[in-house]
């Protein structure tokens, strides 16, 4: 990356972004997702193939990689809320949170807008699918543990998650994203270790 810009502090970012607007679980892995498993690795070569774009991202900045964390962001509450968060309430965020970046509401939306359609998208290869996000098959197999075992109430998704940001969090244990049924399952199964007590039993399901 030109700018030499960590993924470990985006990825910090978007997780606290989400956190501050509030957003549904799914609205923050999918943006997580958007961004940390596919734009962030794939913005290097979008770069240096000479794309008619890629000029505005010349050179790239954290604060222009913040913005497009706050970018997935608002795709993703698009894809997912039935009523998106405004524009305005990225502004505020970005005013207060994205340095050397203070924005008018007009001509932030205006940069989102070609960041997004332009830019974000192009790089995206228009892929914006969520169909493969871990958390949902994470959340399936937690509602499904918790009505065939009465252990499972004591598995916390809260927890789930927590270890979900963390792998997040460690670049070098991104590549497991790429296999979300088998990411889910794991996750349950250390939030089951880590959470239900012990006399509650043995993890049955991994048992012949």
């Given amino acids: 990356m030109e700018c ?19 957003v549904a679980p799914i609205v923050k892995y999918s943006a997580l997702s958007f961004f940390a498993d596919r734009f962030f690795p794939f913005l290097p ?86 169909t493969n996000v871990a958390f949902l098959f994470l959340e399936d197999l937690w509602i499904q543990f918790k009505g065939v075992a009465k252990v499972g109430e004591l598995i916390s998704i809260e927890a789930c998650m927590e270890i979900m ?3 997040y969090e460690k670049e070098e244990m991104s590549f497991l994203f790429r296999s979300p049924h088998s990411l889910a399952a794991s996750v349950l199964v250390v939030s089951y270790v880590m959470t239900v007590p012990k006399q509650n039993g043995s993890f049955r399901f991994l048992h012949g």
Avoid at 7 to 22: D, M, T, Y
């Fill in 165 to 167: 940001d963390l792998l």
């Fill in 45 to 130: 070569a979008f770069i240096e193939g000479g794309n008619s774009w890629s000029w505005l991202l010349r050179p790239v900045t954290e604060s222009t990689l913040q913005l497009f964390v706050l970018i997935s962001l608002w795709i993703s509450t698009k894809i997912h809320e039935s009523q998106p968060l405004s524009v305005t309430c990225f502004k505020s965020l970005a005013d207060t949170s994205i340095k050397e970046q203070h924005f008018t509401t007009q001509n932030f939306l205006e940069a989102v807008l070609v960041l997004q359609e332009v830019l974000f998208m192009q790089v995206l290869n228009f892929e914006i699918g969520t």
């Fill in 4 to 22: 030499g810009c960590e993924r470990l502090p985006l990825v910090e970012f978007l997780i606290q972004s989400a956190q501050h607007l509030q």
